[in-house]
Nanobody
Framework: QVQLVESGGGLVQAGGSLRLSCAAP????????MGWFRQAPGKEREFVAA???????????YYTDSVKGRFTISRDNAKNTVYLQMNSLKPEDTAVYYC????????????????WGQGTQVTVSS
């Protein structure tokens, strides 16, 4: 298990921006594939974005369709941190956002991720 600490959530008006951070203080962090999920009240936890290590210093990013062009996942390996920059936020983006470490399997499936953070609330008002 990898301890993950998320931060950066809050209340923002529609059209605004937030940046979420997820710290994973591990010496091998650069080799971790990381993902962001979110869970709105009464709904299943859903995939948002992932940044997958493909060897060396190469990473590949993936997004769910509803956030493409608005959200950007990135990482700073020197800080052992992955980010989710969220722009043009909509009320439907309101959820608790979780970061997680990918273990194996489809990146779109919650079960493919092992360690999870505690979550950070994002609320977008209309």
């Amino acid at each position: 298990q990898v301890q993950l600490v998320e931060s950066g959530g809050g209340l923002v008006q529609a059209g605004g921006s937030l940046r979420l951070s997820c710290a994973a203080p591990r010496p091998t962090f650069s080799r971790y594939s990381m993902g962001w999920f979110r869970q709105a009240p009464g709904k299943e936890r859903e995939f948002v974005a992932a940044i997958m290590w493909s060897g060396g210093s190469t990473y590949i990013t993936y997004y769910t369709d509803s956030v493409k062009g608005r959200f950007t996942i990135s990482r700073d390996n020197a800080k052992n941190t992955v980010y989710l920059q969220m722009n043009s936020l909509k009320p439907e983006d309101t959820a608790v956002y979780y970061c997680a470490v990918h273990s194996s399997g489809s990146i779109y499936e919650r079960g493919s991720f092992g360690s999870w953070g505690q979550g950070t609330q994002v609320t977008v008002s209309s």
